[in-house]
């Protein structure tokens, strides 16, 4: 069973320094668990500052949601315990002693397992909190059921990694995945694929899915975006969400019986010597990946990648659910006249710089870019570039102005179920008056999901 | 120098005139904080320069009208003979606009940092594309005392009352050239105003067909090459026409409103021509292109993104309102021959309610899959 649907809308963003493909081992001096990386958690330690850990350990759980277990992806010890401001908890450090040490959870077919026993077990081994929900992004609550679950098996992020490389040999693990969400689900597993990007045998080959292929541009890889196009969202509704990387990690939950965070991460951007793929595990600290590998220019090192990435320190922490570093030049300097050169080599989409018009050079030769807003903070002006890129059937501007006001029957009215901060960031890149509408949509789900309670 | 006009400097309250300039040079060093890393090249700055090199040829030729027309009524040279002392038309008409410009930017600019310093906010670029507009859409006879109430009043009340550049909802350049229309009409309108120099008579192709002429008197040349008694900046069609190809081709004025302003002028037109109850009503329907404002008032007017409608489906009904109602206040109103400025102001005041029902189907199509799924 297999559908097709193509994506107008959008826009490529084509940039210097995607990774080649070649995976690296790496050894990490350190991993972490960043609560901020969870919408809506408030973290409850399980775990002192000195405490061995095996891969497995419930390190935190979820205030109020106590079944939601986070876990030890690495055996060692925990060394600090960083709070910010208010005493949020910001990192908890693990120092890997190793000795690959996991918590046995025991091998178990699945055939003859409940609904709430593969609950119970990915609860209980942290495995759990790679599902996410549509609407707000939050871990679902296990007492809940999805009208279907989605799996992306690409992504069209700039520089974004390339999966057949993520999923080499994963196959028989992630068929057992889709085997364990079958138990979470009366509705479909969708497994969505590109037709030209990473189009990987190792998914078309699972069964028991409908394979979905997209065609066209960024963000045809965004959940919001294909969960539109498959089976849009109402109010009320449910749809989880999981990454192909992370279907391995749930099937080799049951199959060995312990938790893998074993993950492969493409190293990306411009100021990068050596951009590859690196095979880590998850929360790697960012220091041994990049050691003598960038420039040595004032950089910006994202998790993720430069359309919704975080931005970490250099010897950050990669982000829960990333599968990408990318490092840019800061633009933190003026240029004379900025504005009114004739624009050759710079980022636009919009015509009124001649890059504009070199769309097809554009393509052979990929922009290179920096951090600088390029221009002052302005009101929001209707110039229909939003509408170029933004794929769904909904009014962007009109939605990020309920957003911005806090008009929640408004925000429902207009689609706020149905999006994700990530599906404005194309609106973001182009807007000609520079505001940070990520946050603002974020802050508008934020809002809502308070309202609803989840 | 910068830390003067920092807060607590001496000279904080020319802080946000600092910026303006500062930023008008070198590009400001700020980095992207949250959300995308990366962000496009242009910004307003860039958008609005756009504008204003796209209102370029339609200035350069009104400068030269205006002198042409002033010394076709003198009789020092004669009609048709458009390139005779070329650069005594183009000297007369510089003076003579030069100052009208001068005085727009001055008053509208002062008047914007003022806001801005209180607000505290940056000075926005608004302002550029409106203190051209306004000189090249007044007549060239306007004195300089009226500009600058209407100027004022425009930034004002048309503007910054409302929060200023994003927030208005009439257009700023329209609000201005009302304020002039209706606070006096004696100067404003009639045969007196269209040509510079005292007591110079001398009327427009509009107010020819008011006053119930078959045909306006220039020819169709003239018209199009812009060779008639009129606002500013409004009479040559080749002039705006350049402007438009700058702006379409950018991307920067909606193909929508445009086009669909002149689909809207041509039906109300043919409309009339099949009803033919008078001279006006049979003239051949593309003279409304040709004659007064409609052309600018497309091109540059009707295209402003902040007041026009916002959605797409929105600006074709928009844009086609906004000819018709040109067109109708044209023909059937005997007391105003030019029914642009008015249409687009109309359907600016309109554009919010034409938004809330486009987006409202956008509403009720989500609401009612909503239902199907409930009741399933």
Same mark, same amino acid.
């Given at each position: 069973?297999?559908?097709?649907?193509?994506?107008?809308?959008g826009?490529?963003?084509?940039?210097?320094?995607?990774?080649?493909?070649?995976? &690296?081992?790496?050894?990490?001096?350190?991993?972490?668990?960043? =609560?901020?990386?969870? /919408?809506?958690?408030?973290?409850?330690?399980?775990?002192?500052?000195?405490?061995?850990?095996?891969a497995?350990?419930?390190?935190f759980?979820?205030?109020g949601?106590?079944?939601?277990?986070?876990?030890?992806? &690495?055996?060692?010890?925990?060394?600090?315990?960083?709070?910010g401001e208010?005493? /949020?908890?910001?990192?908890?450090?693990?120092?890997?002693?190793?000795?690959?040490?996991?918590?046995?959870?025991?091998?178990e077919?699945?055939?003859?397992?409940?609904?709430?026993?593969?609950k119970?077990?990915?609860?209980?081994?942290?495995?759990?909190?790679?599902?996410?929900q549509?609407?707000?992004?939050?871990?679902?609550?296990?007492?809940?059921?999805?009208?279907?679950i989605?799996?992306?098996g690409?992504s069209?992020? =700039?520089?974004?990694?390339?999966?057949?490389i993520?999923?080499?040999?994963?196959?028989?693990?992630?068929?057992?995945?889709?085997e364990?969400?079958?138990?979470?689900?009366d509705?479909?597993?969708?497994? @969505?694929?590109?037709?030209?990007?990473?189009?990987?045998?190792?998914?078309?080959?699972?069964?028991?899915?409908?394979?979905?292929?997209?065609?066209?541009?960024?963000?045809?890889? @965004?959940?919001? !975006?294909?969960?539109?196009?498959?089976?849009?969202?109402?109010?009320?509704?449910?749809? %989880?969400?999981?990454?192909a990387?992370?279907?391995?990690?749930?099937?080799?939950?049951?199959?060995?019986?312990?938790?893998?965070?074993?993950?492969?991460?493409?190293?990306?951007?411009?100021?990068?010597?050596?951009?590859?793929?690196?095979?880590i595990?998850?929360?790697a600290?960012i220091?041994?990946?990049?050691?003598?590998?960038v420039s040595a220019?004032?950089?910006?090192?994202?998790?993720?990648?430069?359309?919704?990435?975080?931005?970490?320190?250099?010897?950050?922490?990669l982000?829960?659910?990333?599968?990408?570093?990318?490092?840019?030049?800061?633009?933190?300097?003026?240029?004379?006249?900025? %504005?009114?050169?004739?624009?050759?080599?710079?980022?636009?989409?919009?015509?009124?710089?001649?890059?504009?018009?070199?769309?097809?050079?554009?393509?052979?030769k990929?922009?290179?870019?920096?951090? @600088?807003?390029?221009?002052?903070?302005?009101?929001?002006?209707f110039?229909?570039?939003?509408?170029? /890129?933004?794929?769904m059937d909904?009014?962007?501007?009109?939605?990020?102005?309920a957003?911005?006001?806090?008009?929640?029957?408004l925000?429902?009215?207009?689609?706020?179920?149905?999006?994700?901060?990530?599906?404005?960031?194309?609106?973001?890149?182009v807007?000609?008056?520079?505001?940070?509408?990520?946050s603002?949509? +974020?802050?508008?789900?934020?809002?809502?999901?308070?309202?609803?309670?989840? | 120098? +910068?830390?003067?006009?920092?807060?607590?400097?001496?000279?904080?309250?020319?802080?946000?005139?600092?910026?303006?300039?500062?930023?008008?040079?070198l590009?400001?060093?700020?980095t992207?904080s949250t959300?995308?890393?990366i +962000?496009?090249?242009?910004?307003?700055?860039r958008?609005m320069?756009?504008?204003?090199?796209?209102?370029?040829?339609?200035?350069?030729?009104?400068?030269? @009208?205006?002198?042409?027309?002033?010394y076709?009524?003198?009789?020092?040279?004669?009609?048709?003979?458009?390139?005779?002392?070329? %650069?005594g038309?183009?000297?007369?008409?510089?003076l003579?606009?030069?100052?009208?410009?001068?005085?727009?930017?001055? /008053?509208?600019?002062?008047?914007?940092?003022?806001?801005?310093?209180?607000?505290?906010?940056?000075?926005?670029?608004?302002?550029?594309?409106?203190?051209?507009?306004?000189?090249?859409?007044?007549?060239?006879?306007?004195?300089? %005392?009226?500009?600058?109430?209407? &100027?004022?009043?425009?930034?004002?009340?048309?503007?910054?009352?409302?929060?200023?550049?994003?927030?208005?909802?009439l257009?700023?350049?329209?609000?201005?050239?009302?304020?002039?229309?209706?606070?006096?009409?004696?100067?404003?309108?009639?045969?007196?105003?269209?040509?510079t120099?005292?007591?110079?008579?001398?009327?427009?192709?509009?107010?020819?067909m008011i006053?119930?002429?078959?045909?306006?008197?220039?020819s169709?040349?003239?018209?199009?090459?812009?060779?008639?008694p009129?606002?500013?900046?409004?009479?040559?069609?080749?002039?705006?026409?350049?402007g438009?190809?700058?702006?379409?081709?950018t991307?920067?004025?909606?193909?929508?409103?445009?086009?669909?302003v002149?689909?809207?002028?041509?039906?109300?037109?043919?409309?009339?021509?099949?009803?033919?109850?008078?001279?006006?009503?049979?003239?051949?329907?593309?003279y409304?292109?040709?004659?007064?404002?409609?052309?600018?008032?497309?091109?540059?007017?009707?295209?402003?993104?902040v007041?026009?409608?916002?959605?797409?489906?929105?600006?074709?009904?928009?844009?086609?309102?906004?000819?018709?109602?040109?067109?109708?206040?044209?023909? !059937?109103?005997?007391?105003?021959?030019?029914?642009?400025?008015?249409?687009?102001?109309?359907?600016n005041?309109?554009? =919010?309610?034409?938004?809330?029902?486009? &987006?409202?189907?956008?509403?009720?199509?989500?609401?009612?899959?909503?239902?199907?799924?409930?009741?399933?």
């Open positions: 069973m297999s559908k097709t649907i193509r994506i107008t809308k826009l490529d963003v084509r940039l210097l320094g995607a990774a080649k493909p070649e995976v &690296v081992e790496t050894t990490i001096g350190e991993y972490a668990i960043k =609560p901020k990386d969870f /919408v809506g958690l408030i973290p409850k330690l399980l775990v002192q500052e000195g405490d061995k850990v095996k497995g350990t419930p390190v759980y979820a205030k949601k106590e079944r939601l277990l986070f876990t030890s992806p &690495v055996s060692g010890t925990v060394t600090a315990i960083e709070r208010k005493r /949020v908890i910001e990192t908890i450090r693990i120092v890997p002693d190793g000795q690959n040490e996991y918590e046995d959870f025991s091998k077919s699945l055939s003859g397992m409940s609904a709430e026993q593969v119970e077990k990915m609860l209980a081994s942290g495995v759990w909190t790679v599902l996410r549509r609407p707000y992004s939050v871990i679902p609550d296990p007492a809940t059921t999805p009208k279907c989605v799996v992306t690409f069209s992020a =700039p520089l974004a990694p390339d999966y057949s993520l999923l080499k040999g994963e196959r028989d693990a992630m068929q057992v995945g889709v364990a969400l079958r138990k979470l689900t509705g479909k597993i969708h497994l @969505n694929v590109h037709s030209t990007l990473s189009r990987t045998d190792e998914l078309l080959k699972l069964e028991n899915v409908q394979i979905n292929t997209f065609e066209g541009k960024h963000p045809c890889g @965004n959940v919001s !975006v294909q969960v539109e196009k498959l089976d849009p969202i109402n109010k009320g509704e449910r749809v %989880w969400y999981l990454d990387q992370d279907l391995a990690v749930i099937g080799k939950l049951f199959t060995e019986g312990k938790y893998v965070a074993d993950r492969i991460i493409a190293l990306t951007g411009e100021e990068v010597s050596h951009p590859q793929y690196y095979k595990k998850r929360g600290n220091a041994s990946i990049i050691y003598n590998n220019n004032c950089l910006r090192y994202i998790s993720g990648n430069v359309l919704t990435g975080t931005t970490i320190k250099a010897d950050g922490f982000s829960y659910y990333d599968n990408q570093l990318t490092v840019i030049k800061e633009g933190n300097e003026r240029k004379l006249f900025g %504005w009114l050169a004739p624009g050759c080599g710079k980022f636009s989409v919009s015509r009124t710089f001649l890059a504009g018009f070199m769309k097809n050079c554009s393509n052979t990929p922009y290179r870019v920096d951090t @600088n807003l390029n221009g002052g903070e302005r009101p929001l002006v110039t229909g570039e939003f509408e170029k /890129v933004f794929p909904i009014y962007p501007m009109q939605l990020i102005k957003c911005a006001i806090g008009d929640i029957d925000m429902e009215q207009l689609g706020i179920y149905e999006v994700e901060a990530e599906d404005f960031a194309l609106c973001e890149l807007d000609s008056s520079k505001n940070n509408i990520q603002i949509i +974020r802050q508008g789900l934020e809002l809502m999901r308070k309202e609803m309670g989840e | 120098m +910068r830390p003067n006009f920092e807060e607590g400097g001496k000279f904080y309250a020319f802080h946000s005139l600092f910026d303006a300039i500062d930023t008008f040079f590009t400001p060093e700020k992207t959300g995308c890393h +962000r496009d090249a242009v910004d307003n700055k958008t320069f756009t504008v204003v090199i796209a209102l370029i040829p339609a200035l350069l030729f009104g400068m030269y @009208n205006i002198g042409y027309q002033h076709l009524v003198l009789g020092e040279i004669a009609q048709g003979d458009y390139l005779a002392n070329f %650069w038309n183009f000297g007369y008409g510089l003579k606009l030069l100052p009208m410009i001068i005085v727009s930017y001055v /008053v509208g600019l002062g008047i914007e940092c003022v806001f801005a310093q209180i607000r505290k906010h940056e000075v926005s670029e608004g302002y550029f594309v409106t203190g051209m507009l306004i000189p090249l859409i007044c007549p060239p006879d306007v004195p300089l %005392w009226q500009l600058a109430l209407a &100027v004022a009043f425009a930034v004002i009340i048309g503007k910054e009352v409302f929060g200023g550049t994003g927030y208005n909802f257009n700023p350049a329209l609000v201005a050239r009302a304020f002039l229309f209706f606070s006096y009409p004696i100067q404003m309108s009639g045969d007196k105003v269209w040509i120099g005292d007591a110079i008579t001398g009327a427009t192709p509009l107010g020819e006053a119930g002429v078959s045909t306006p008197s220039a169709v040349l003239d018209m199009i090459i812009g060779f008639v009129g606002s500013v900046g409004e009479t040559s069609v080749i002039a705006i026409a350049i438009a190809l700058i702006l379409l081709v991307g920067v004025a909606s193909w929508r409103v445009m086009l669909s002149f689909v809207g002028g041509a039906a109300m037109g043919l409309i009339f021509n099949a009803v033919g109850a008078n001279e006006y009503m049979s003239m051949p329907f593309y409304h292109f040709l004659m007064g404002g409609f052309m600018f008032g497309a091109v540059f007017m009707a295209t402003d993104p007041t026009a409608a916002h959605t797409n489906t929105g600006k074709y009904i928009y844009g086609f309102l906004i000819g018709v109602m040109a067109v109708l206040i044209r023909v !059937v109103n005997p007391a105003y021959p030019e029914g642009m400025m008015l249409a687009i102001l109309l359907l005041v309109f554009a =919010p309610l034409i938004d809330y029902y486009v &987006v409202d189907a956008n509403i009720r199509k989500r609401a009612k899959r909503a239902k199907l799924v409930s009741n399933k």
